[in-house]
Nanobody, 121 residues
Framework: QVQLVESGGGLVQAGGSLRLSCAAS????????MGWYRQAPGKQRELVAA???????NYVDSVKGRFTISRDNAKNTVYLQMNSLKPEDTAVYYC???????????????WGQGTQVTVSS
């Protein structure tokens, strides 16, 4: 099995910064794309940013220039540095990873439990 554990959420004032971390553990053979999604109350979950194993990144337009996704392949960890936060960034942030496990030798989608980010105006 695979577990994704997120940390780093919290309450911050508009204009502030937070750094989210997500560590994957378990019977991992390899991890392909890792990403961060978010879901605000009453809204659908949306992709915020993603990064491939080779370091290619993708961002939703609303966070470009403010958020930076990165990963440490040796630690199976993905990060999301969030700067210039806005009240509209308030949401539960979820980590996602495409993981190939040792037991199945197949890639599957795994999710973290979510971490709350609240930006006050």
């Amino acid at each position: 099995q695979v577990q994704l554990v997120e940390s780093g959420g919290g309450l911050v004032q508009a204009g502030g910064s937070l750094r989210l971390s997500c560590a994957a553990s378990g019977s991992i053979l390899s991890i392909n794309t890792m990403g961060w999604y978010r879901q605000a109350p009453g809204k659908q979950r949306e992709l915020v940013a993603a990064i491939t194993k080779g370091g290619i990144t993708n961002y939703v337009d609303s966070v470009k220039g403010r958020f930076t996704i990165s990963r440490d392949n040796a630690k199976n960890t993905v990060y999301l540095q969030m700067n210039s936060l806005k009240p509209e960034d308030t949401a539960v942030y979820y980590c996602n990873a495409d993981v190939m496990t040792i037991s199945t030798m197949r890639e599957a989608d795994y999710w973290g439990q979510g971490t709350q980010v609240t930006v006050s105006s």
